[in-house]
């Protein structure tokens, strides 16, 4: 029997911020205001309560934030009580930077992609979180790029679990992104190439698993991440393909990675054609997936993100 280990990351980002393109000067909190009731609408769903699903927030810690408030710290400053809530809850805490600049004729700020200027952000940045008590195990890029230097940063500053990889997807020109050929699956990062596995090595790469989306304005379905916000019905269709419903070998450690934003939880903004904005749906779409493994004869459980790193190691012969 194959077991499968799925994370319900939720990446602490303003809202607006993501959609066709994105919104980098964006900083309004009211989603991150109201996802706060999410642990509790999880403990209490009659469908996913059994489940126990703990959440891996991706919180938000960057230059942005220090030019704008004052301190890089900002989020976990300011909902400190929430915080220590959820951890207590068995949630985890993970580090999420929006690598960005202010941009020099006032306009939106820019993304930092020069290899040696972001991994300097990256180091500055990690000296701000020793402020704070969060040893963060886990790590996602702001806007889902990785190049091998900041990659190999992230690893040397002792993060042993990486979450910004999008198999398949790639960006326009001038921007980063690029997940051509990276498998849909958990890997060790090859040394020259990181979108293709290599050697084993102390940071594993936990992909936000993708799958084919159809929204109703689509001609057809389009790769997208597991997002467990979309309406039910559309969810749905995507289950019905999905991947974890195949045969495994017996020991296997399978591992999908959902994620989802805190606006596209929020009910004040009412539903559009993709997203249900309403935590009863996430529900209802967690207890799908939950219940389609199972019927494909596979054990399910939800772990955080840095637990599903050290189970796949060990599955692998790999030390933590």
């Avoid at 180091?123 to 806007?143: H, I, K, M, V, Y």
Wanted: glycine share 8%; aromatic share 8%.
């Amino acid at each position: 029997m194959a077991e499968h280990l799925i994370c319900l990351t939720v990446d602490t980002d303003p809202d607006g911020l993501s959609g066709p393109t994105a919104d980098r000067s964006a900083l309004c909190w009211e989603g991150l205001q109201h996802v706060q009731r999410l642990p509790d609408r999880l403990d209490e769903d009659r469908d996913v309560a059994r489940l126990r699903v703990p959440v891996t927030w991706f919180v938000r810690v960057d230059g942005q934030l220090r030019d704008v408030y004052g301190s890089s710290l900002y989020l976990l400053e300011s909902f400190a009580a929430f915080w220590d809530k959820v951890t207590r809850r068995g949630d985890e805490l993970a580090w999420h930077p929006h690598l960005y600049r202010r941009s020099p004729n006032g306009g939106p700020p820019e993304l930092i992609t020069d290899p040696a200027a972001a991994c300097d952000e990256l180091e500055g940045l990690w000296q701000d979180l020793a402020r704070w008590p969060l040893a963060a195990a886990s790590f996602r890029n702001g806007e889902g790029w990785h190049v091998p230097a900041t990659l190999c940063k992230v690893e040397q500053l002792g993060i042993r679990c990486d979450s910004t990889a999008i198999p398949g997807r790639v960006a326009g020109t001038g921007h980063p992104l690029d997940w051509a050929g990276t498998p849909n699956e958990p890997y060790f990062p090859g040394a020259e190439d990181i979108r293709r596995p290599g050697a084993a090595r102390p940071l594993v790469e936990l992909p936000m698993n993708t799958w084919y989306v159809r929204a109703p304005y689509d001609a057809q379905a389009r790769l997208r991440y597991m997002d467990p916000a979309v309406h039910a019905h559309i969810f749905s269709e995507s289950l019905a393909a999905w991947p974890g419903t195949r045969p495994a070998a017996a020991g296997d450690v399978c591992v999908w990675v959902l994620i989802c934003h805190p606006d596209e939880l929020l009910q004040d903004r009412g539903a559009d054609a993709l997203y249900g904005r309403s935590p009863d749906t996430l529900c209802r779409n967690l207890a799908s997936l939950a219940e389609r493994a199972g019927q494909a004869g596979h054990a399910c459980r939800f772990v955080t993100l840095s637990e599903a790193g050290r189970r796949w190691r060990e599955s692998r012969g790999s030390g933590a």
